[in-house]
T-cell receptor
């Protein structure tokens, strides 16, 4: 089974802190994604990566950056956390093929105080 | 613009009743379509997917969905609801048509299903 593992289930950080969310997948998938999920808004794509060191902005990249130094690992960085970044963050991975599904991690619920 | 629309943010059904969750898409190219389920404080789990092999797709937990090109729809159904079906359901589509990195999924806003005993 494909496994996508997010490093933390729950995080509480202070405003202005630099925050790292880590995601690892074990199926050699080319694509990796970061979404945030908010009530009534569904899933919104923050960034995605289709290869090592490659990244593309999604729909809401402001206030975030990403890093993909190895194929299996995709990190989301909040450069200076703000309260409006309190959310559920979901990492996903998929093969580089249009008909393939994405596999999701368990999510990280981040609270910025 | 290419998009996925789920009609109804909340749906309530009685246990044993038919479940119908609606999804429509807008795309200029033939889409690949997916339904996911999310239980509280969990990630998303794939229920089923349509990749043009058959218009009626069967998934896990007794769910199925039918692709109707003329209606640009991919509605999710289950003949008899169970209490364990209470969750949030997301319709998603792969709408990109070319280029590396164009294969991300576009999601609907989700429908929360409640099952009444």
């Amino acid at each position: 089974d494909v496994k996508v593992t997010q490093s933390s289930r729950y995080l509480v950080k202070r405003t202005g802190e630099k925050v790292f969310l880590e995601c690892v997948q074990d199926m050699d998938h080319e694509n990796m994604f970061w979404y945030r999920q908010d009530p009534g808004l569904g899933l919104r794509l923050i960034y995605f990566s289709y290869d090592v060191k490659m990244k593309e902005k999604g729909d809401i990249p402001e206030g975030y950056s990403v890093s993909r130094e190895k194929k299996e690992r995709f990190s989301l960085i909040l450069e200076s956390a703000s309260t409006n970044q309190t959310s559920m963050y979901l990492c996903a991975s998929s093969l580089e093929w249009r008909g393939t599904e994405a596999f999701f991690g368990q999510g990280t619920r981040l609270t910025v105080v | 613009a290419q998009s996925v629309t789920q009609l109804g943010s909340h749906v309530s059904v009685s246990e044993g009743a038919l479940v119908l969750l609606r999804c429509n898409y807008s795309s200029s190219v033939p889409p690949y379509l997916f339904w996911y389920v999310q239980y509280p404080n969990q990630g998303l789990q794939l229920l089923l997917k349509y990749t043009s092999a058959a218009t009626l797709v069967k998934g896990i937990n007794g769910f199925e969905a039918e692709f109707k090109k003329s209606e640009t729809s991919f509605h999710l159904t289950k003949p008899s609801a169970h209490m364990s079906d209470a969750a949030e359901y997301f319709c998603a589509a792969s709408l990109g048509d070319s280029g590396a990195g164009s294969y991300q999924l576009t999601f609907g806003k989700g429908t929360k299903l409640s099952v009444i005993p």
